[in-house]
């Protein structure tokens, strides 16, 4: 029998490199045109600073890499990207579009709170670090 409790920090990883796939796309689509043909919005946007936030965020959360800040200011980010846009279109999330910024928003504040599992450069640079004294 598989003991799923042991490998709990795992799926933790596996949760962090799927949410920062996912969301790298959106970075890529605003600023790269890929895979999406998206027009690249004009610089010092609203719109080209969350997809800068995205691609960057997206990168560094896929490697694990300075992991809890990375995820505090995206997880905001989806906050404001629901009440900004999607919000002022309906209340109930189904009918704005507003649910993947919600579960987002989630699932990153999650991140920030239990870190980036033991698949990440933060735990091999944590792994590296000399005792403290």
Known sequence: MIDID?????????LRIVSALTLLQYGTGKLLGFPTLERVPAMFSLSW?????ELIGGALLLVGLFTRPVA???SGLMAFAYWIGHAPNSIFPILNGGN???VY????????????GPWSLDAYRK???PAAA
């Open 127 to 129: 792994s590296r670090a």
């Open 49 to 53: 600073f969350a997809g800068t936030l």
């Open 100 to 102: 993947l910024a919600i």
């Open 105 to 116: 928003c989630f699932v990153f504040l999650y991140l920030f709170a239990a870190g980036p």
């Open 6 to 14: 042991a490998l709990r920090p795992q799926f933790l990883s596996i």
């Open 72 to 74: 505090f200011i995206i």
